[in-house]
């Protein structure tokens, strides 16, 4: 299966730190995407990666891909509380339609 | 743009009756998607169509689930008849080649 596997599962931290999410895939993809769902609502987008891109950044998010490893990272700098959510990562073989991962949960305290 | 609706926003029923599920995806969008988020399963794919027309159902979990898209801003998604089992966020979805747009779901308790 192409679905992405986030890790960890769940991550604590202290406003202010760093959060990186990981996320795995078995087959070749075209895109991997990250996105944000706060409780009881919708997915939100965050940010696409192309499988020629090994790097993309946006804001306090950094993503990096590396296809030869099948792994993607999402990386939060300077948590805020507001951050607190899940992350999905969702991967786009042939048919470019994403398949999502169960996620990590980040919980930033204040 | 309102972005994806969905209605309703919750939904609960007795087993065994029809649920109908509605989607108005955002203008222009050539996709849509139907998702189910359950804890025990995540995000699954249940259906998606491209300019209105079915493309794979094949994530439908049975044949209880139907759904369609008769024209290009409304897509409905029906549980005939439910079951506790069916409890889940349904999440509806639109994208064209600029990105996906996730609706805010409808939680269904099937009682």
């Known amino acids: 299966s192409q679905q992405g596997e986030e890790d960890p599962q769940a991550l604590s931290i202290q406003e202010g730190e760093n959060a990186t999410m990981n996320c795995s895939y078995k087959t070749s993809i075209n895109n991997l995407q990250w996105y944000r769902q706060n409780s009881g609502r919708g997915l939100v987008h965050l940010i696409l990666?192309?499988?020629?891109?090994r790097e993309k950044h946006s804001g306090r998010l950094r993503v990096t891909l590396d296809t030869s490893k099948k792994s993607s990272s999402l990386l939060i700098t300077a948590s805020r509380a507001a951050d607190t959510a899940s992350y999905f990562c969702a991967t786009e073989g042939g048919s470019y339609i994403p398949t999502f991962g169960r996620g990590t949960s980040l919980i930033v305290h204040p | 743009d309102a972005g994806v609706i969905q209605s309703p926003r919750h939904e609960v029923t007795e087993m065994g009756q029809e649920v109908t599920l509605r989607c108005k995806p955002i203008?222009?969008?050539?996709?849509l998607f139907w998702y189910r988020q359950t804890m025990m399963r995540g995000l699954e794919l249940l259906i998606y169509?491209?300019?209105?027309?079915?493309?794979?159902d094949s994530g439908m979990p049975e044949d209880r689930f139907s759904a369609k898209m008769p024209n290009a801003s409304f897509s409905t998604l029906k549980i005939q008849p439910s079951e506790p089992r069916d409890s889940a966020v349904y999440f509806c979805a639109s994208s064209d080649s600029d990105g996906y747009t996730f609706g805010s779901g409808t939680r269904l308790t099937v009682v």
């Open positions: 203008s222009g969008h050539d996709y």
């Open positions: 169509f491209n300019n209105n027309v079915p493309i794979d």
């Open positions: 990666i192309r499988s020629n891109e």
